[in-house]
């Protein structure tokens, strides 16, 4: 037995499905990433954390929450979690990428509803995520119609807070974000007991900067040819910077990082030279979604950079860190995060920019557009990446797609056909 599962048991998981999911998920991840060849050094601390994410980490979680800490979890790149870090709280990102509790999920919520929102709210019924039964506070956002209205569901499972997202870019809808930054603070003030001071504010700033830099660092890498890290590696250093400690995490990736550059100097790849080079672009790939890479990777092309808040979207923009005040702070992360092109708005144009901008930096053959079935955002803007696209002569795939395996095979022949093309 694991020993963990005193832990787990106190957590009140269904300790045989839970069981169940570390099965499929172990076997997953031998398939998908221990079966690559000329992997990293630095990928063994990835795998290493992967290995126990519901086991050392959860640990480390506990242990903190009896020395008083408290914990917050969130679904969405909007929210701030320079803010979490300030009251001396830890986030952790919580969207699910395995289908588990599915027709519970569908009690709640409608089926034709994407399966990021169903995984999420099968993962509670089932009492399958130890990160979830940690929480001391789950934070909504008014993003998608999907996720605004599941949370109505999901609150009545779960301690909540929904942040207000405005849907444009205009002065108003910055005032309104400001506010709901506000709102956030008090929210997380009142629950930790803690002050948010200038000194804690800039400090949880600069640990967040610092994490977006070695992220960026590393995409910045992978403009090399041959390519020298596989798009499913960075996927899973994508989805692990969401629950780790972000001081380790971040020293990881730098050594990671020293790695690949060594490797580029000797112009060595994780493929030859003349592999077709893709970029995906859209939904977000939660933990442990690892599916269209796999396809991609396994149909002679490699994944040069994600388009995606588990990616690049997350990444690109960092807080100015020249303010001295709470309000001068405050005024950063507020204008930081308006930046974020989530599909979610509208409009959306630089979004459309961003991603031709990245292809070229990246020196992608195509790119692949990828939407969750049901999600309205994102397949809205499929077509007009296609069309933006198309003017900077770059060709896409359009993909829709869920957490089944069922279609596995046809997306394999057409991601083929895509490769034998760019
Ligand atoms: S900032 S992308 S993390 S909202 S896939 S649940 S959009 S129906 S996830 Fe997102 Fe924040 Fe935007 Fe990023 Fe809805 Fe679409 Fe489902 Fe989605």
Redesign the pocket.
């Known amino acids: 037995a694991s020993p963990h599962r005193e832990m787990w048991e106190k957590l009140n998981l269904d300790i045989e499905a839970h069981d169940g999911l570390l099965e499929v998920l172990g076997k997953f991840y031998g398939d998908i990433y221990l079966s690559q060849e000329g992997r990293l050094g630095g990928m063994e601390y990835l795998d290493f954390v992967l290995s126990e994410v519901h086991g050392l980490r959860i640990r480390e979680i506990q242990d903190a929450r009896a020395a008083g800490k408290k914990v917050i979890g969130s679904?969405?790149?909007?929210v701030p979690e320079e803010l979490t870090l300030a009251a001396n709280a830890i986030q952790v990102g919580l969207?699910a990428g395995a289908d588990a509790g599915k027709e519970e999920a569908e009690k709640l919520v409608p089926r034709n509803t994407?399966a990021?929102?169903k995984s999420f709210i099968g993962f509670k019924l089932a009492r399958i995520c130890p990160y979830t039964e940690s929480c001391d506070l789950i934070i909504g956002?008014t993003?998608?119609d999907?996720?605004k209205k599941a949370y109505e569901a999901f609150g009545e499972l779960v301690p909540m807070h929904v942040m207000e997202v405005p849907q444009q870019k205009n002065a108003c809808d910055r005032t309104l974000w400001k506010s709901e930054i506000l709102r956030y603070k008090d929210r997380l003030e009142a629950l930790t007991g803690n002050t948010i001071t200038a000194e804690n504010l800039k400090k949880g700033i600069r640990i967040i900067n610092d994490r977006r830099r070695a992220l960026q660092r590393l995409n910045a890498l992978r403009a090399a040819v041959p390519a020298p890290i596989s798009g499913r590696d960075v996927l899973l250093i994508n989805q692990v910077s969401f629950y780790d400690d972000p001081i380790r995490f971040t020293e990881s990736i730098g050594k990671l990082c020293d790695q690949l550059e060594e490797r580029i100097q000797k112009k060595e790849g994780i493929v030859p030279e003349s592999t077709p080079r893709l970029m995906l672009s859209g939904?977000?790939m939660a933990v442990p979604n690892w599916k269209l890479p796999y396809i991609v990777e396994g149909s002679g092309a490699v994944v040069v950079g994600e388009e995606s808040?588990i990616g690049t979207?997350n990444t690109r923009d960092l807080v100015d860190e020249s303010g001295q005040t709470v309000e001068e702070m405050i005024d950063a992360i507020c204008d930081r995060y308006m930046k974020?092109d989530?599909?979610?708005f509208t409009p959306n144009t630089e979004r459309l920019e961003n991603i031709a901008d990245m292809a070229k930096e990246l020196k992608a053959d195509g790119v692949i557009h990828y939407a969750?079935m049901?999600?309205?955002?994102?397949a809205h803007e499929a077509f007009k990446v296609e069309k933006a696209l198309r003017e900077a002569d770059i060709p896409m795939l359009s993909i829709e797609t869920d957490y089944s395996m069922e279609d596995a095979e046809q997306l394999k022949t057409r991601v083929e056909a895509f490769v034998e093309m760019v």
């Open positions: 679904f969405c790149v909007f969207c994407c990021l929102i956002e993003t998608c999907g996720k939904c977000p808040c979207r974020i989530c599909a979610c969750l049901f999600c309205q955002p994102y």
